[in-house]
């Protein structure tokens, strides 16, 4: 049987999952795929850490060139994650003949550009099933299986860590801190986990899909990206108690004037799938003018999961590489209806917005004739019980309205004498 | 920009929706796919009734054969359903060397091993992403994505009709009858149901992820199908105060002494996600041992839907083509950890149960006692308001139970004088 090397750059925690698949599936994958996939060589900087599966020694480098410029290797897999040297190795291999996979979001979120252009200069390809979702085949779905689609809009709860700690709040009545550290004593939250509860990792997820839906590699800094870190118990019990879950939600989503790309805390209706998604799973909501409504749903992280995907990729690549031939991916297609990128303050979204206010007459008809000045219009309104001396919580759900237009208002609100603290004004979406 | 011809066999519904996409999404295909998908033939008896799609009348033929000997034809399309002539057109279309899509899933569950030998024979490909799901990319999943992965389950709601009457009934207390009516007049139930209502037609489709998933190509004789047609809005109330929604589930499980494979109407607690899987829409939910648990959702059935499958299909086998290279599709590989399939009378299983007994004292003991020496154990048990003159419903919720022991305390039970209607009994699954 045909035998494919590949080297892995990167023997964590997924690396070592990878490993593991490859050699307890050998038998399987071989009579699915009709080659043996053979790891050549494994790098990490670390040697030393034990890990749950067995290696030859001889196997194993701390040099990324020796894998690099192996000409027996076919196929680089790197796990290493963060910007440099990823990027630099992935470059290299291309140059060197290599097919890579990759589950490394942040890199193609950010690098993307230069990474898929070399690529294609080297007629290889670059496979990435596992940067989004994990074990969850949405790369595949987009680029392939709905090959002929096109979307209004892609909604994802795409970070398990802050979804985790939003359904315990909402479930269990943990305050942020408590919810956050329970999250890292189970291993779902690392110990500085910023880049998950501050929403960029959701952002470089959507990023890629927004990259396969709508044919647009959005930089970073065109994403607007709003964390969980400021969501209250408080605010999750009075969004349930109107029928809603706050979920860290990922949108690209098409409007007329362009396209949406936010990441950001958002009320969504308790009967949408979206909301009962719990724990640490993620799940994409994809609106498809011919397939239509379609939601894929499963664990958004851990080693087998995340493995799982790196393996497809593999035995994609082996395919080709098996008959020889270099296939390239299907193109993504640029979606020439969208114009430009929608900036926040252009939005138009419902808002829910609590303000803490002194208990004195006459409060609700200064907020409400400011609001009005705005032209934002109120849905509903209730006066909570009294938190603290003298401050009562108002809560409001308001139409439809423009971004700029409410944070306009919420600053002149927040200037008046009656309000206690800074006002939460966090965004809804139907879905 | 190279042109791979294709045949369609069958313009009917989702026929017209496959011209429909490569009409108007020929130039985004061809960006995406680089080659050009010609519709060179379309074959159907009835050329008279109107399309939704504009065909010129070159393109139109009452004979197959123009399509299956056109040298010049590299797929054929096979959408007119039903066992024969279908399976005779692709067999002979194999043999002449052409590529082999079709949304059939009746003729593939009944008749797939004589195809797919066929397939191999010739080194040609049947592609087969719209038989279930529609647009949901299910084969593509099992057989590609998920490829390194074992399962343990799979469970899914394949039939829209079905799911459309049981989601009415539980939803709007509809009757059985009222719910079908409406179904056939909004065109979501045929003309005559049968198939869909008998759990025929979940079967089919079954068949087909249970071959994807355990690599073993089950008989339409060895599954275990049950219809919803027996479902009275009692039993769905009944099992909504207990917390659980009725869907026709169909269910391929890896059990210690072998799988089985069933399709029937079953209870699901409110919490599982597929339980509020509503209207038309389906859903699939794998157990898989490296990416876990995971739920493909979306619409089921629908012209576009379906066609958005076969499209995508069409474009894997262009891929190739164009790589002048045949490429199969991964094998299936049967999972020797099943020793056999198990007999509904052997599979374990908890039930919701009803009885019409006479209101008088001492028909629990009866009951219960019966229940006792069959091994089978109660749960719950509730006696529900009077129904008609002298005539309770109980209804009881029982442990884990052989179905062998369950029916024969059935029977025993219906024999009693105190019975006044053939009792129900409702598997349950926790999924």
């Known amino acids: 049987?045909?035998?494919?090397?590949?080297?892995?750059?990167?023997?964590?925690?997924?690396?070592?999952?990878?490993?593991?698949?490859?050699?307890?599936?050998?038998?399987?994958?071989?009579?699915?795929?009709?080659?043996?996939?053979?790891?050549?060589?494994?790098?990490?900087?670390?040697?030393?850490?034990?890990?749950?599966?067995?290696?030859?020694?001889?196997?194993?480098?701390?040099?990324?060139?020796?894998?690099?410029?192996?000409?027996?290797?076919?196929?680089?897999?790197?796990?290493?994650?963060?910007?440099?040297?990823?990027?630099?190795?992935?470059?290299?291999?291309?140059?060197?003949?290599?097919?890579?996979?990759?589950?490394?979001?942040?890199?193609?979120?950010?690098?993307?550009?230069?990474?898929?252009?070399?690529?294609?200069?080297?007629?290889?390809n670059i496979y990435f099933e596992a940067s989004v979702g994990a074990g969850i085949p949405i790369i595949k779905t987009l680029r392939e299986s709905l090959v002929a689609n096109r979307f209004s809009s892609i909604y994802g709860i795409l970070n398990g860590t802050s979804n985790y700690i939003l359904s315990q709040m909402s479930s269990f009545n943990q305050s942020f801190s408590e919810a956050l550290k329970e999250a890292k004593e189970k291993g779902f939250a690392e110990k500085n986990p910023t880049l998950d509860l501050e929403g960029i990792d959701s952002a470089h997820k959507l990023i890629i899909l927004a990259y396969l839906g709508f044919g647009k590699l959005v930089s970073l800094n065109d994403v607007f990206i709003e964390g969980i870190s400021r969501i209250s118990l408080l605010d999750i019990n009075y969004a349930g108690e109107l029928g809603f879950e706050i979920k860290l939600l990922a949108i690209a989503k098409k409007e007329k004037q362009g396209l949406e790309v936010r990441v950001h805390p958002t009320l969504i209706p308790k009967n949408n799938p979206l909301s009962s998604v719990g724990g640490v799973f993620n799940a994409i909501y994809l609106s498809s003018d011919l397939a239509g409504n379609l939601i894929f749903y499963g664990p958004g992280a851990g080693q087998l999961s995340a493995a799982s995907a790196v393996v497809s990729d593999l035995v994609d690549l082996t395919q080709d590489i098996k008959a020889g031939l270099f296939r390239p991916t299907l193109n993504t297609v640029e979606d020439r209806s969208i114009k430009k990128l929608i900036k926040i303050n252009d939005i138009e979204s419902r808002y829910y917005i609590r303000f803490m206010a002194l208990d004195k007459p006459g409060v609700l008809a200064k907020i409400s004739g400011i609001l009005s000045k705005f032209k934002i219009s109120i849905a509903s309104v209730s006066q909570k019980e009294r938190r603290k001396a003298h401050t009562v919580p108002i809560v409001m759900i308001i139409h439809e309205a423009r971004e700029k237009n409410l944070r306009e208002a919420m600053n002149v609100i927040n200037r008046l004498q009656i309000i206690k603290e800074a006002p939460i004004a966090i965004r809804m979406e139907e879905v």
């Open 1 to 124: 049987m045909k035998k494919i090397n590949i080297g892995l750059l990167g023997f964590g925690n997924v690396g070592s999952g990878v490993v593991k698949i490859l050699r307890e599936r050998r038998a399987l994958l071989s009579q699915k795929i009709g080659v043996e996939i053979n790891i050549k060589k494994i790098c990490d900087k670390d040697l030393a850490s034990k890990r749950n599966v067995f290696v030859e020694k001889a196997l194993l480098t701390r040099d990324a060139k020796e894998i690099i410029n192996d000409p027996q290797i076919d196929i680089i897999v790197e796990l290493i994650g963060g910007l440099h040297p990823a990027k630099e190795y992935i470059l290299e291999s291309l140059k060197k003949g290599k097919n890579v996979v990759t589950a490394n979001k942040a890199l193609l979120a950010e690098e993307g550009k230069e990474l898929f252009a070399q690529a294609k200069d080297c007629s290889k």
